[in-house]
């Protein structure tokens, strides 16, 4: 089924401010301090495009990449002995259905209201001012400085906001959790202390598992990761598939 393509504003601001960001840095920063015909202003300004041609990669793989929707014909087995654990309802202890799409959700499976059907594994968190030339004209350093400013507003901020979303995967990485069963298994830690029991993320399997549950089992490939090894987004390895095939 074919992506309907529509204006979106968060996408147009974010491609704007990288658009104005790489602009400024290439044609402004590294020609005004090394000079864009020199051999250091080369390779800064092939780093530099590098890291921002991964940057849009990434970010155009994220808008255009399919979520993944759950099979009309997937149906929950009770009695299967390969799935160990089953993910009921809060209330009741039914196995969680989805009233919108009207079908059974798979485990870390929730339904997304922006592409409206349910998700398989759903994720939802100066210097150089003083530095300018005496020599540069009045209006010419006035247009830098500018830029200089413009650019700082937008990295000052960016650079927190992204370096606190990269700690916060790092770490939903190395648990093996989506940002929905981070905030499930707060509340089901809590009820478990409340009866004197102890809670573990089924799915945590350590941390060099998790990461190559996530990221694939190619080290080489983690820069670049493929989704080859993921499966059919069903069914996942739990910290109790040991246990269970022990017992049986």
């Not at 009309?72 to 919108?100: A, N, T, W």
């Not at 298994?185 to 990461?211: S, T």
């Not at 990761?225 to 390895?237: D, E, K, S, V, Y």
């Amino acid at each position: 089924m074919k992506r309907g393509f529509s204006f979106s504003l968060p996408v147009t601001v974010v491609v704007s401010a990288i658009a104005f960001i790489y602009f400024c840095t290439v044609f402004i920063f590294i020609d005004r301090w090394f000079g864009l015909i020199t051999s250091a202003g080369i390779m800064n300004a092939v780093a530099f495009t590098g890291v921002a041609f991964m940057c849009v990669s990434n970010y155009g793989f994220a808008i255009f990449a399919d979520p993944g929707r759950v099979p009309s014909s997937f149906m929950p087995d009770i009695e299967d002995s390969k799935v160990p654990i089953h993910e009921i309802k809060r209330k009741g202890g039914d196995l969680r259905y989805c009233q919108k799409c009207s079908h059974f959700k798979p485990p870390r499976a929730h339904h997304c209201r922006v592409c409206k059907r349910c998700i398989l594994r759903m994720v939802l968190l100066v210097g150089s001012l003083t530095n300018d030339s005496q020599n540069d004209e009045q209006q010419s350093a006035d247009s830098y400085r500018i830029a200089y400013v413009i650019s700082g507003l937008l990295l000052v901020p960016l650079s927190v906001a992204l370096s606190v979303l990269l700690g916060w995967h790092v770490y939903l990485i190395l648990q093996n959790k989506t940002t929905i069963e981070y905030h499930e298994g707060v509340r089901a830690m809590w009820l478990a202390e409340k009866g004197g029991n102890v809670y573990k993320h089924p799915y945590d399997l350590g941390a060099y598992e998790n990461i190559t549950t996530i990221l694939g089992p190619n080290i080489f490939c983690w820069i670049c990761p493929t989704w080859r090894h993921i499966g059919n987004g069903l069914r996942f390895r739990t910290a109790y598939d040991g246990i269970y095939a022990s017992s049986t």
